[in-house]
């Protein structure tokens, strides 16, 4: 493989796109069993090509070979995951009402309710996960896992690995049995903003910055037929420190939060971005341990631009002290950690809580405990909010409800870098964290895919077969609001 894939043109994306809406019938119509056997043969073909995807990984994103082996880990992980989730098949959630005449407001029909795939998924491939959110990610897996096809706007930063990948994953879903059309990748800026207004497109699924996001989801709402777009956008992850824990354990804690913030060089969206701590406690060891960390090299050009202008604008604030003044070294980035207090903060919440992606952070100085809840409550959505704190904290409770208001996910005494793929997951949050409240990792992401639909005395013969009366897709179903 050589030479960089050309942008898609028009016509090209108008054939795929067209290709996409002709299989989504027959991709809807499989069985879950066989949707299943489709996702574990793409994860059975990307886990066969890693000797050759992970160089290109390495070379276009700057990523070292552990991370992106463990990456590529990670992507046929959730594939299998998402495949044992569609073939037990509660995500339908079927619920069959059946007819009773003795029914409180009058006589009830015969209703059955399931949801459906909403069609054709337009997937905008992430730069800080070449794998895990990019062609082959969440997105996608939990598209294809609802029963969608997908086409995915391969990022700029890592295009010789989208068009590789998708090569993988096409031959893969069509030697196991699904349609052609059922996947494809392309490429563009303006291919993508034509693919989220194309009139086959039913839904999109987005994972980048503010600006770009917030751009694609105007353009989705201002389509004649709105469609949803599931943005995963910015946030700054703060962790608030309660004076009992500092006093507790704080060389832990600081330690922990060092190593957080500049995991992956600063470039996960779950990255804590700033860390509220007592006014006198001694953060002397985490400047040391910050100040003696190696640079790292950002993922490409364009990060490296976003990331320095957004330190320049932070560092030269009046009400920000820079402790340790990171810099470029070779082809790397050292971390940068900067100070404020509670007061400049509460004054200026939105210019001092921008999310700065790459390893810069803020220490915010408080004196009066209380006022943590005020930090709390100004706060905008966010992916994730820590605490760390004892059990016995006074402010604690206040502090988690107020979170809870704010952020997707709410840690006590953990560190929000690393996002486990499980059933009880949520990675998401009120904007500008995200654009829904939606996930994108877990399996409830397939949810995202899906709209419900209720059949009302439809005779047994012409139901879909997951509503029929003899189940024979074997599902978990409720029946007069029971489980059957």
């Not at 990019?134 to 295009?159: E, F, M, N, R, W």
């Not at 590789?164 to 800026?189: H, I, S, W």
């Not at 330190?311 to 900067?338: C, F, I, K, M, Y």
Request: proline share 8%.
């Amino acid at each position: 493989m050589t030479g960089m894939p050309e942008d898609t043109t028009e016509a090209a994306l108008d054939r795929v796109m067209e290709a996409a809406a002709a299989a989504a019938p027959e991709v809807a119509a499989m069985r879950p069993a066989d949707r299943a056997a489709v996702l574990r043969a793409a994860a059975d073909a990307l886990d066969g090509a890693a000797e050759e995807l992970v160089p290109i990984a390495m070379e276009e994103s700057r990523l070292p070979e552990a991370r992106c082996r463990n990456e590529l880990g990670r992507t046929t992980f959730q594939l299998r995951f998402f495949a044992d989730h569609v073939e037990e098949g509660r995500y339908l959630e079927a619920s069959i009402d059946r007819p009773d005449g003795q029914w409180g407001m009058g006589p009830r029909p015969d209703v059955r309710r399931m949801l459906v795939p909403l069609g054709p998924v337009v997937v905008f491939g992430a730069s800080n996960f070449p794998f895990a959110f990019s062609t082959a990610g969440g997105d996608t897996a939990s598209a294809l896992a609802a029963g969608c096809p997908v086409v995915v706007k391969a990022h700029p930063g890592h295009p010789r690995l989208a068009r590789r990948t998708g090569e993988v994953v096409a031959d893969a879903l069509t030697k196991a049995g699904a349609p052609e059309g059922v996947f494809a990748v392309v490429y563009g800026q303006e291919t993508g903003r034509r693919a989220v207004l194309h009139p086959k497109a039913r839904a999109v699924g987005f994972t980048g910055s503010i600006p770009g996001g917030r751009a694609l989801f105007d353009l989705a709402a201002s389509r004649p037929d709105p469609i949803p777009f599931y943005g995963e956008l910015g946030s700054v992850n703060p962790v608030f420190v309660t004076r009992a824990a500092m006093a507790a354990r704080g060389g832990e804690i600081l330690e922990g939060y060092a190593g957080s913030f500049t995991m992956g060089a600063g470039q996960f969206c779950t990255k804590p971005g700033v860390l509220l701590v007592p006014s006198e406690a001694d953060v002397a060891p985490l400047v040391d341990d910050v100040r003696g960390r190696a640079a790292a090299e950002l993922l490409n050009d364009r990060v490296e631009s976003g990331f320095s202008s957004g330190l320049e604008r932070l560092s030269g604030r009046s009400d920000v002290e820079v402790l340790v003044e990171g810099a470029q070294r070779g082809d790397g980035w050292t971390p940068s950690l900067l100070r404020t207090d509670i007061d400049a903060l509460l004054a200026d919440p939105e210019g001092l809580l921008e999310e700065c992606f790459g390893p810069a952070s803020l220490v915010v100085t408080y004196d009066d405990e209380e006022r943590l809840l005020e930090a709390a409550a100004a706060l905008q959505g966010q992916l994730t909010s820590t605490v760390q704190g004892e059990e016995g904290d006074a402010v604690a409770p206040g502090l988690l409800a107020s979170l809870s208001e704010h952020a997707g996910r709410v840690l006590w005494n953990g560190w929000p870098t690393g996002v486990s793929v499980t059933y009880a997951m949520h990675h998401g949050g009120p904007y500008p964290a995200s654009t829904s409240l939606h996930t994108s990792v877990g399996t409830t992401a397939v949810r995202r895919f899906l709209r419900p639909v209720a059949y009302q005395s439809v005779p047994d013969t012409l139901l879909p077969e997951a509503l029929k009366d003899e189940n024979p897709l074997d599902i978990p179903r409720l029946v007069d609001g029971r489980p059957e």
